[in-house]
């Protein structure tokens, strides 16, 4: 089967065919690094780390990227607030950003550009956009004018007149007209500041992504993701600029993941009933939490609650625990022959029933499904009186590919992997220096459980394996 994708831009579901063949140029945005982030933050990083293995999976080299915003008001204020400079609060937390994902089995991207180590290229495309008479400058401020792209509007649906009466002049501002937006913003005094043709100043957000897409994807991307929430303004005015600039399509296929609601209502800081990721991996396991996130299809709003999550727990054990029953009963199995074809088979046609719920606009709620009718069979199959060697490893195969693809890995009998144990002792490093003791001791305990013997060195903390 080919790969369909529900494309935002078109509200339909659209049959992939990448810009080059066997490649896929695929584009997320990432977070604004002031803070520890959240839930909401860590389900695009989850759902677009499955597509991406997915397309891997299926064959594709795969280019990656995801940016940081490590410069805007909300950065400049939690410096002030610190008494810390902007780089300082925006390296800390892309750091915790990057420990976060990772352990929720989350891939590197290929490439993670920041806004400030790209301010020479989002010049010059400002400059291009002022030539082509899309934006203009007033002031040391320079904004884009959607009424003069043609399209304005398409990924959102709306008409230009329905987002002019929406859309308003804040104090301060010298816009033409409520729908234009910033493009480069004059700096304040004291503020992070860069020098350009308009005087010093900052880029505005939405620029920084089409330049960023540009300078490593090209003109015309194969996949633009996001949150539901970025549908518009960002993503429509990313469209807006990057079309205008280059007369190209700038993605192909737009993917965008629902918004997450805590206890049936939906999460707002106004509310305070957000949860941070890393508050959550702390009570958690956290591939626990990501076959969580992956049990409802990306498009759909997902409920979280405590009791949710335990039963994601408990439906989880029962897969680690039917692995763990072909495990014991492998040491027992003989080389048969008999039945093998029909198990094997059935095995076959189960695999082709995963691929086929991927295959479906990247459904894991359906792929979860297949993977528990795996289950249930390998629990059949444990059973009987006498059973092949060569049906049991068919059957763990299918299972570890499946769960590969979804990005978990099954913590069966075997070992942590070496770069598992680094990650914690790291964690547990921070966790003294934050005098979070109780954490610390968590992670100490976990590595003795698994036989890890941790020695205090003048040089750091250093590690072996137990026998």
């Known amino acids: 089967m ?28 990432g977070p604004t690094v002031y803070n520890y982030i959240h839930i909401g933050n860590a389900r695009p990083a989850i759902v677009f780390d499955t597509v991406r293995r997915y397309l891997e999976y299926k064959g594709y080299a795969v280019t990656y990227v995801l940016n940081f915003t490590d410069i805007d008001d909300k950065i400049i204020r939690a410096a002030q607030e610190a008494g810390e400079d902007a780089k300082t609060i925006a390296d800390r937390y892309i750091k915790a950003y990057k420990e976060d994902v990772a352990a929720l089995g989350v891939k590197e991207a290929t490439y993670h550009p920041r806004v400030t180590e790209t ?17 203009y400058e007033v ?10 792209f043609e399209d304005y509007g398409k990924l959102s649906h709306q008409s230009i007149d329905e987002l002019r009466a929406g859309a308003r002049i804040q104090i301060g501002e010298k816009k033409s007209d409520p729908l234009d937006f910033a493009l480069w913003k ?21 620029i920084e992504c089409s330049t960023m897409a540009k300078k490593y994807l090209g ?20 469209i807006a600029q990057s079309e205008a600039k280059t007369g190209k399509p700038f993605a192909n296929y737009w993917m965008h993941n629902g918004y997450i609601n805590i206890n049936n209502e939906k999460m707002s800081k106004s509310l305070g009933n957000f949860v941070l ?8 396991d956290p591939k626990i939490i990501r076959f969580f996130m992956l049990s409802v299809h990306y498009r759909h709003p997902i409920n979280f609650s405590e009791e949710l999550l335990e039963g994601a727990k408990q439906s989880f054990e029962r897969i680690e625990t039917a692995y763990l029953n072909l495990e014991h009963r492998k040491k027992a199995s003989m080389n048969l022959t008999k039945d093998n074809n029909e198990w094997l088979e059935k095995i076959e046609q189960l695999k082709e029933n995963f691929e086929a719920a991927m295959d479906d606009d990247f459904n894991t709620a359906n792929a979860i499904s297949v993977l528990f009718d795996v289950t249930k069979e390998a629990n059949l199959y444990v059973e009987k009186d006498q059973t092949a060697t060569e ?9 570890k590919t499946m769960l590969h693809i979804l990005g978990i890995r099954l913590e069966t ?30 992670i100490r305990d976990l590595l003795k459980e698994k036989q890890i013997i941790l020695e205090d060195t003048p040089q750091g903390v250093r590690w072996k394996r137990g026998s």
């Not at 015309?220 to 005015?237: M, R, V």
Request: hydrophobic content about 35%; glycine content about 6%.
């Open 2 to 29: 080919t790969i369909q994708i529900y494309n935002t831009l078109t509200r339909e579901k659209e049959v992939f065919k990448p810009i080059e063949k066997g490649k896929v140029r695929m584009y997320v945005c």
């Open 139 to 148: 002031d040391g401020d320079v904004y884009f004018k959607p009424r003069a």
């Open 186 to 206: 004059k700096a304040e005094a004291g503020e992070v500041a860069w020098d350009s043709p308009w005087g010093k100043g900052r880029p505005g957000w939405h």
């Open 391 to 399: 049906v049991i490893d068919a059957f763990q195969e299918a299972m």
């Open 219 to 238: 003109e015309t991307i194969d996949i633009h993701a996001g949150g539901q929430d970025l549908t518009f303004p960002h993503h429509e005015n990313e």
């Open 277 to 284: 990721t890393r508050e959550l991996l702390r009570l958690h």
């Open 119 to 135: 301010i020479e290229e989002i010049i010059q495309f400002i400059e291009g956009l002022i030539d082509k008479g899309f934006a």
């Open 413 to 442: 009998e075997e070992d942590l992997l070496d770069e598992d144990i680094e990650r914690l002792i790291e964690e547990r490093n921070e966790a003294r220096k934050n005098r979070d003791f109780k954490r610390a001791d968590e």
